[in-house]
Structure formats: C-alpha cells, structure tokens
C-alpha cells in the first residue's frame, strides 16, 4: 500500500529508508510516498504500525502503556492483524522522532528566527541548555505561541554552562545575522552571553512579574510564617492517607508568584463574605 506520509513521520521514514533509492527521491522532492507496509531500516513494525502508535501519543494524549491495549482491541474488535508494540518500544520511537525534529543548519537560513534560551535547574551533575526557535513572523502579539511554533535548536547537557559556552553552541546551530532577537531569564550567564553575541535579548515576562512580586512579599513575616506551615505539613503527612493533596515543594520564584495568586484569592473571598 502506498500513501503520502504526514509531516509527523517525514525525517523518521528518511533516516532509516530502507531504499536508498527512495532516500534520494524523498530529499529532492520533498513530498514522497513510501510504503506503509515496509519497515524502516533495523525495525520489525511496518511504518503504519509506528505512525499509529506516535500518533496515539502525540495527538491524541495516550499513555504509552495504553498504545499497547489500543492495538489489542483493534485486532479484537475490527479483526485486525496488526503487531503490537510494548510501551518501550512506543518510548523509543517517539524518542527518536522527537530527536529528528532537529534541523541543520542551513534550515534557518530561509527566514529571521527569535530564540527562547534556557538553563535547567541541576539534574545529578549536569545541567541542561535548551534553546528553541521560532520564525520571527510568528510571533504575533495578538496570538500566543503554540508547540507547533517552536523547532528545537539545542538541547545539550554540561557540568556547568558558561557564557562563552552558550554562544558557542549557538554560532555553531545558527547564523547570527538569522537571529532577530533573543528570550531568556536574566541569569548573568545568558544575559552576558547575549552581550558577547551583540544581539537584542529580551527578559521573560514571568521572571520580571516574579522579581516585582519578591520586592515586595520577601520579607513578609506572614508570608514566612504560611511557607514554613506548608513545609511542616508535608513532613507531617507526605506518607499519610492525604499525601495526594498536599502541597508540593515549591521553587524559590514560583513560590512568590503563587503568593501573590492567593493574596488576590483571599481578597475575592473577604469581599464575597
């Protein structure tokens, strides 16, 4: 059976073509058919089997546990004969589809790009740099970005990053003159690895709103004195029978921004009563 693959499975069904011959035509037209009954190169499961099951996740919001019961009452109910994956095996396939949404380099000489740069909190010994792009002509202020607005340009892990690793890394992903303008948090890293770069860097809205919020609610003693009642509430019942509805720990800025959200809360309460 042939059929025109959606853009979902386009990079999957190049990388591991099991034609060469199919390979080429896929990289000069762009558009392609494929058979769907083929396995990719190294796999058991046809590509319509993969799709399904990516698809399950991606779209529509399905475990990876629940991929394998899905495809068992198919073959029940429509008297289908399709193989069923493990969850694992659903797990590596949208894994590798998700690392082949990464692009060249020369992808984003088509047009102005914004990156959103981020360092992760620590995770064991490392840290995470994740850098998202997204076509300048997109961002519309009268319309919130969405996941499908976004291409992953980095995602690297390191010890520590300095600034001259970031901008690094970035000149390495991407052209500067592409680079309209840069989205981060003010950590002295970023903001110094934009200085280095000479581009226009532009502070996250959340972290200024959160940094205007601890001005005022850092040394607030009520304040103080809810955060260290919530924090010997989950040493008193995280292994109780309400464990579920206790309140998790909080970072240092959410726990601003949440207080004020309570505050506005509490006064819709008092003026209600």
């Not at 088509?110 to 995470?128: A, C, H, M, R, T």
Request: hydrophobic share 35%; net charge positive; aromatic share 8%.
């Amino acid at each position: 059976m042939e059929a025109d693959l959606p853009r979902t499975l386009y990079i999957y069904a190049v990388k591991y073509s099991t034609s060469k011959k199919t390979q080429k035509q896929i990289d000069r037209n762009g558009r392609y058919t494929i058979s769907y009954d083929n396995a990719p190169k190294n796999h058991s499961f046809s590509l319509s089997v993969i799709q399904l099951a990516i698809s399950l996740v991606t779209t529509a919001g399905v475990s990876f546990r629940a991929v394998s019961k899905i495809f068992i009452q198919m073959n029940l109910c429509l008297q289908l004969h399709l193989d069923i994956p493990t969850h694992t095996t659903v797990l590596n396939w949208t894994k590798k589809q998700g690392v082949c949404q990464f692009r060249n380099r020369e992808f984003y000489q088509q047009q102005k790009w914004v990156l959103i740069v981020d360092e992760s909190i620590q995770f064991g010994n490392k840290k995470l740099l994740l850098v998202l792009a997204v076509p300048e002509a997109r961002c519309n202020h009268n319309k919130s970005l969405s996941y499908k607005d976004l291409t992953p340009l980095i995602l690297k892990t390191s010890a520590s990053w300095k600034s001259e690793d970031i901008m690094s890394e970035i000149e390495r992903h991407i052209d500067l003159n592409q680079v309209a303008y840069c989205i981060s948090d003010t950590g002295n890293n970023l903001t110094r690895t934009f200085r280095l770069l000479d581009c226009k860097h532009i502070a996250d809205i959340n972290h200024k709103f959160t940094l205007i919020i601890q001005s005022v609610y850092e040394k607030n003693s009520l304040l103080d004195e809810y955060t260290k009642a919530l924090s010997s509430l989950r040493a008193q019942k995280s292994m109780s029978k309400i464990a579920r509805i206790v309140p998790p720990n909080q970072r240092i800025m959410n726990r601003f921004t949440c207080a004020c959200l309570h505050c506005v809360q509490a006064h819709v309460c008092t003026v209600q009563v």
